[in-house]
């Protein structure tokens, strides 16, 4: 028996619950979850204490009830009552009261304080619901989220012209009804509610019986398991718009001008009362120009004092084929912004009489701002004007190409005839002058020249238009030009070149890279100061590359101008027109590398054009 009693005295310490055991209604035993409860730090401050003091004196009178139905006999007696000494805490307990004997009874206490809020909570939360469905005036709908089992009410139904067994009891019959543009909407709703918001509410489309479309107001609401676990249930109604929407439909109509004005504002609204000369400026308006709401006076001089001075004629003679009779007016004006600069504006204007027919009392407009739009037109106006520079001088450089093409072959073909007539004249004059020593130091001078004569026009001819660029092609011209330019500036020079034996690029992308390269290696001679320039020419894949680099003196590409003569903007520009990168690598000191890339997709086998 002892060490049974040993067991039952450590259960009961153990309990999470308050245990207490009385005689003559005053404690005996109260066991470490009691002491607790009532907010005591030892169990002797319980003990000897009356049971009833334990509660607040509103709940005494319920624990007094039920002490006396215990010892009646009556079992499971459970009474809810306050504890008194909990301090500024209340705390909430069931009472389980068992009778021992005549004398000894048994309290077992549970705190259920978070219980109760939670279920008065749920209460109050039901209630909210109960007031929205009672206040709908229209279709009730419940939804299990579990199996999307619906129940629809009737006047649900009614309101989409079905009958009551014509709508299938499922969120289906929704997903069928609601319109195809609001489908997303309608998902995202619910799904907000179901992922723990606390409602939603939303304008849908739900198809009639008829087939015409029904605007409804929606409104969910979230039902719980238990408070705080997840939503199971959205419960709703459907407030059917209808009337609603046709009042809309009317009062725009009335109201069409204002409508028009405001709604094509996107921008800033002003209102101005042509008697007293008041202007309403909207936020917008003044945020606009850059104003502060308090800098800009409600009144027609700020307008006036904002607006270009070549724009004002333009707004009175607007405003005066209002007063006209002009349904509306739409002009462009500039109006100084804060910082000093002008912004483009699209004013449109709408008159409002007291009585239709008579004055104009008021002109209520919108402002839209121009800006980004003059911007872009702007920008496509330098755009096509570059374009058109570019074509232009496209058709420039290539016409002179070909140009430079049709003189250097009549030169050569003309100056070559008659050379070659002149060296046959002068062989037949030294033939004839043969044993006249008098004549032969004349001749050989003539001779030289013509000699020397051939040799400068073969120069020409070759500076103006390699025939080895249009007959051989890129590596071979710039090959032989190289090779000429070394030997004439007297420094070492050398082409190298990867993956173009056989390829030819199209003529215009020849003869650029050709005059690139000799720009380039006009510019070494005449600045650079270099003993040793290499010229590399390499196909990579579908990409050209040519690199002209030096080891001379370099300079700082940053402060460099074409006024100085090195021909940097027309070495770009020759390189835009067939789509290349052209860069300028260079320091003082430290040489100058020209690097051009070209993408060329299409390149041709040798012999194509």
């Known amino acids: 028996m002892p060490e049974h009693s040993d067991l039952y005295r450590r259960l009961v310490d153990c309990s999470p619950d308050g245990i207490l055991v009385s005689r003559q209604d005053r404690i005996e035993l109260a066991n470490p979850a009691a002491v607790r409860l009532c907010a005591m730090e030892t169990p002797d401050w319980l003990l000897g204490t009356a049971i009833l003091d334990l509660f607040t004196p509103q709940t005494r009178g319920a624990v007094r009830e039920g002490l006396d139905q215990a010892r009646t006999g009556t079992t499971d007696?459970?009474?809810?009552?306050?504890?008194?000494?909990?301090?500024?805490?209340?705390?909430?307990?069931?009472?389980?009261?068992?009778?021992?004997?005549?004398?000894?009874?048994?309290?077992?206490?549970?705190?259920?304080?978070?219980?109760?809020?939670?279920?008065?909570?749920?209460?109050?939360?039901?209630?909210?619901?109960?007031?929205?469905?009672?206040?709908?005036?229209?279709?009730?709908?419940?939804?299990?989220?579990?199996?999307?089992?619906?129940?629809?009410?009737?006047?649900?139904?009614?309101?989409?012209?079905?009958?009551?067994?014509?709508?299938?009891?499922?969120?289906?019959?929704?997903?069928?009804?609601?319109?195809?543009?609001?489908?997303?909407?309608?998902?995202?709703?619910?799904?907000?509610?179901?992922?723990?918001?606390?409602?939603?509410?939303?304008?849908?489309?739900?198809?009639?019986?008829?087939?015409?479309?029904?605007?409804?107001?929606?409104?969910g609401f979230p039902v719980r398991s238990r408070p705080g676990g997840p939503v199971v249930r959205i419960v709703g109604t459907h407030l059917d718009l209808t009337e609603r929407k046709l009042a809309e439909a009317a009062l725009r109509e009335s109201e069409e001008r204002l409508r028009l004005a405001f709604a094509g504002a996107q921008e800033g609204v002003w209102d101005w009362n042509l008697e007293t000369?008041?202007?309403?400026?909207?936020?917008?308006?003044?945020?606009?120009?850059?104003?502060?709401?308090?800098?800009?006076?409600?009144?027609?001089?700020?307008?006036?004092?904002?607006?270009?001075?070549?724009?004002?004629?333009?707004?009175?003679?607007?405003?005066?084929?209002?007063?006209?009779?002009?349904?509306?007016?739409?002009?462009e004006f500039r109006l100084r912004h804060k910082q000093g600069q002008y912004i483009h504006v699209l004013s449109r204007g709408f008159p409002v009489r007291r009585n239709p027919g008579g004055p104009v009392v008021r002109i209520v407009g919108t402002h839209f701002d121009l800006t980004a739009r003059k911007t872009a037109e702007e920008l496509a106006e330098r755009q096509r004007a570059e374009q058109a520079r570019t074509e232009w001088l496209t058709r420039l450089v290539f016409a002179q190409e070909d140009e430079r093409r049709r003189i250097a072959r009549e030169m050569h073909d003309q100056f070559g005839e008659e050379l070659t007539a002149l060296a046959r004249r002068i062989e037949r004059l030294k033939a004839a002058s043969d044993g006249r020593p008098e004549m032969t130091e004349p001749i050989e001078a003539l001779e030289e020249t013509a000699r020397q004569l051939d040799r400068d026009v073969e120069q020409l001819v070759w500076e103006l238009r390699p025939t080895a660029l249009d007959d051989l092609g890129l590596r071979a011209a710039l090959d032989n030009y190289v090779r000429t330019w070394s030997q004439r500036e007297g420094i070492a020079a050398e082409l190298h070149t990867s993956g173009l034996l056989d390829d030819r690029l199209p003529s215009e992308t020849e003869t650029t890279l050709y005059r690139i390269a000799q720009e380039a290696l006009t510019n070494a001679a005449r600045h650079s100061r270099a003993t040793r320039v290499d010229v590399i020419l390499e196909r990579r894949d579908v990409q050209v590359v040519l690199i002209i680099e030096d080891n001379g003196v370099g300079f700082d590409p940053a402060r460099t101008t074409d006024r100085l003569g090195f021909g940097l903007t027309g070495m770009q520009e020759r390189a835009a027109l067939v789509g290349a990168q052209l860069q300028i690598e260079s320091a003082a000191g430290e040489g100058t590398t020209v690097l051009l890339r070209l993408e060329t997709p299409s390149a041709t086998r040798a012999g194509q054009s």
Do not use: C
């Open 77 to 219: 007696v459970r009474v809810d009552a306050r504890l008194a000494f909990t301090g500024p805490a209340e705390v909430l307990v069931e009472i389980a009261i068992t009778t021992v004997d005549s004398d000894e009874m048994l309290l077992v206490l549970r705190d259920v304080t978070a219980r109760r809020r939670a279920e008065a909570q749920l209460r109050e939360s039901e209630e909210r619901l109960a007031l929205a469905v009672a206040g709908a005036r229209e279709g009730v709908w419940d939804l299990n989220l579990l199996t999307g089992h619906v129940l629809y009410s009737p006047r649900w139904k009614q309101m989409l012209g079905y009958d009551v067994d014509e709508i299938e009891p499922h969120i289906s019959e929704f997903q069928r009804l609601v319109h195809p543009d609001d489908r997303r909407r309608a998902e995202e709703a619910q799904n907000s509610v179901a992922s723990g918001e606390s409602t939603f509410e939303a304008e849908f489309r739900l198809r009639h019986k008829d087939g015409h479309y029904v605007h409804v107001l929606s409104r």
């Open 277 to 331: 000369g008041a202007v309403l400026y909207s936020p917008r308006w003044i945020d606009m120009l850059g104003y502060e709401a308090h800098e800009i006076e409600p009144h027609v001089s700020a307008w006036e004092r904002l607006i270009h001075p070549d724009d004002v004629q333009l707004a009175q003679r607007l405003n005066e084929s209002l007063a006209g009779g002009a349904q509306i007016y739409e002009g």
